[in-house]
């Protein structure tokens, strides 16, 4: 019997990532179902899965089954922008953290950690497209390490931090500092919310990139700290 697989969307119009879901997720072996609520029975599932989705879900630390992808090493991290921080913080990790759902955000037990180096040429915009694309790995990954039951996680040790929601006016820039000053902020902001300067009543806008596309990270750790599992994968399938 085929397991069944919940992603939660704010809108189903965000699910433009199908091709993924069929490569990580294959329909020989699962039963994917994409929706905008969460379901009446979350028994009928093997994993609920919220895709920065943003309502509450008030049923979640109760079924039991429903796992977050969070993008920084929990409990450092909880919140908001975690790619923005990545960069400001001038981090040399990215980290996901796949951990259960809990009324406390991002307070939940640790099921995954995937993590790679962070390089020169990343920007927000591919890291942003290298973290779907890993998170639906790592969905997988949980569902093959636990093939007979729900997954097993371990309580967050560190010391906790929670970055707030960042908001477009915060992505203005100061034209005095140097480029060097300002590359991590740049790095990290998307086109979405571009970084902007004036000079006299002139708003001006700025947009870096690299002028060759990064390769994908050459090696990305996984580990699954309730069962003392450590696995690299760099099989990206491109």
């Known amino acids: 019997m085929k397991r069944r697989i919940c992603i939660l969307l704010n809108n189903l119009n965000e699910y433009n990532f199908q091709e993924l879901v069929h490569r990580y997720l294959s329909i020989e072996t699962y039963e994917v179902t994409i929706a905008e609520s969460f379901p009446d029975d979350p028994s009928r599932y093997s994993i609920i899965v919220p895709w920065n989705y943003r309502k509450v879900i008030s049923q979640a630390e109760k079924a039991g089954n429903v796992v977050v992808l969070h993008s920084s090493n929990l409990p450092e991290g909880r919140g908001w922008a975690p790619i923005y921080h990545a960069f400001s913080e001038q981090k040399d990790e990215y980290v996901i953290s796949g951990i259960f759902?809990?009324?406390?955000?991002?307070?939940?037990?640790?099921?995954?950690?995937?993590?790679?180096?962070?390089?020169d040429g990343y920007t927000a915009p591919f890291i942003r497209a290298v973290d779907r694309e890993l998170s639906l790995l790592l969905v997988s990954k949980i569902l093959e390490n636990w093939p007979n039951g729900n997954p097993l996680g371990v309580a967050q040790v560190g010391t906790a931090s929670f970055r707030s929601r960042r908001y477009p006016i915060e992505s203005q820039i100061d034209p005095s500092k140097t480029l060097l000053e300002l590359l991590p902020h740049l790095r990290g902001i998307e086109g979405s919310c571009p970084a902007f300067f004036y000079i006299g009543g002139t708003k001006y806008l700025i947009k870096i990139r690299?002028?060759?596309?990064?390769n994908k990270p050459p090696k990305v750790i996984i580990?699954?700290?309730?069962?003392?599992k450590v696995e690299t994968w760099s099989d990206w399938n491109d």
Do not use: C, H, L, W
């Not at 690299?210 to 990064?214: C, D, G, L, M």
């Open 101 to 119: 759902a809990k009324n406390e955000v991002d307070t939940g037990n640790v099921i995954v950690r995937a993590r790679f180096s962070i390089e």
């Open 210 to 214: 690299p002028e060759i596309q990064p």
């Open 223 to 228: 580990e699954y700290p309730a069962i003392n």
